[in-house]
């Protein structure tokens, strides 16, 4: 069965400091797909990246990068420079191709609290 | 904006009520997926629809139901509600059946029961 943890509750940083949120996740599949969503105050889950099982690359998107390592089933996320608006709950989520329930499975989610 | 819209944000009803929500998926989209998000259970994984036809089911209840019209909207039955019933439920679209691409969230239904 496909799992995702999501250790970090909750974290708070002060503006411009550097924060990694972690993800593990668990599968039996080899094709499997990641995820990382963003549910800010409004509610809303907004996409941020989607990766293959089978693309290890590291991604880089503005201030956002993400470290995806099979070896360790992790895909753990970090904002450089943090702002406050980066202040919202993320949330790791993985899917399994041979799943034929074709669901999202997300981790708990991790409160990022930044401060001025 | 996803393109993804649920209706009501917001409803307030009482134990042993039945509800309807409604989603409209994202234009081209026939894939629609509904979760559920509550304190103590994280977000769940209800059901999905693709094209007209239920494609899987996750946890949900038998006093829950879904289904999805032929101009592909979705709407979600909850009946003989309870208290545990409260919760964000969100309503998410792809084009394809299967989640190996960005799924579309609405802003979610906000069921509180009291």
């Known amino acids: 069965a496909q799992k995702v943890t999501q250790a970090q509750t909750e974290i708070s940083v002060v503006e411009k400091e550097d924060v990694t949120l972690d993800c593990v996740y668990e599968?039996?599949?080899?094709?499997?797909?990641l995820f990382w969503y963003k549910q800010p105050p409004s509610g809303e889950l907004v996409f941020l990246i989607r990766?293959?099982?089978?693309?290890?690359q590291n991604e880089i998107s503005g201030r956002y990068s993400w470290n995806f390592q099979k070896s360790t089933s992790s895909f753990n996320f970090t904002i450089t420079a943090s702002q406050v608006v980066d202040s919202a709950v993320y949330f790791c989520a993985l899917s399994e191709a041979n799943n034929a329930g074709n669901m999202l499975t997300f981790g708990g989610g991790t409160r990022l609290m930044v401060k001025p | 904006d996803s393109g993804v819209t649920q209706t009501p944000k917001h409803l307030i009803t009482a134990t042993g009520q039945r509800v309807t929500l409604r989603c409209s998926p994202r234009s081209g989209d026939l894939s629609v997926y509904w979760y559920q998000q509550s304190l103590d259970q994280g977000l769940q994984f209800l059901i999905q629809y693709y094209n007209g036809e239920e494609r899987a089911k996750g946890n949900i209840l038998e006093r829950f139901s879904a289904q999805q019209f032929p101009d592909l909207h979705s709407e979600l039955n909850l009946s003989s509600l309870e208290l545990g019933d409260s919760a964000l439920y969100f309503c998410?679209?792809?084009?394809?059946?299967?989640?190996?691409?960005?799924?579309?969230f609405g802003e979610g239904s906000r069921l509180t029961v009291l």
């Open positions: 998410a679209s792809s084009v394809v059946a299967g989640v190996t691409g960005e799924l579309f």
């Open positions: 990766r293959n099982s089978f693309d290890e």
């Open positions: 599968t039996r599949d080899t094709t499997y797909y």
